[in-house]
């Protein structure tokens, strides 16, 4: 059974950095583009970053664009998001994916990816 678990979340303070780590297991994901999508409270779940099979090509939100970095470690079938300058807006809970279901689909829509973890907290408070 294939499983995505991510980890590294908590509460920090506006300004701080973070890095969330998801790692999977029953299957390989190092041909497989991945990405971590953020549902706050209240709102629809948000593509935030992408990164291809290989980690030369990545894909991020506006908003976190000039703060954050998605990379990954094919030996290890991880994949990482280090979260810089956090701010309060960027409290939600973040959550893993795997197996986009193709090249003509649009990565930035949840819908879009067949595999999720189960989440990992992160607060920021001013």
């Known amino acids: 059974q294939v499983q995505l678990v991510e980890t590294g979340g908590g509460l920090v303070q506006a300004g701080d950095s973070l890095r969330l780590a998801c790692t999977a297991s029953g299957r390989s994901y190092y041909a497989n583009e991945m990405g971590w999508f953020r549902q706050a409270p209240g709102k629809e779940r948000e593509f935030v970053a992408s990164i291809s099979g290989n980690g030369l090509f990545t894909s991020y939100a506006d908003s976190v664009k000039a703060r954050w970095r998605i990379s990954r470690d094919n030996a290890k079938n991880a994949v990482y998001l280090q979260m810089n300058d956090l701010k309060e807006e960027d409290t939600a809970v973040y959550y893993c994916?795997?197996?986009?279901?193709?090249?003509?689909?649009?990565?930035?829509?949840?819908?879009?990816?067949?595999?999720w973890g189960q989440g990992t907290q992160v607060t920021v408070s001013s």
């Open positions: 994916t795997g197996d986009l279901a193709g090249r003509n689909y649009n990565k930035r829509v949840a819908s879009s990816w067949g595999s």
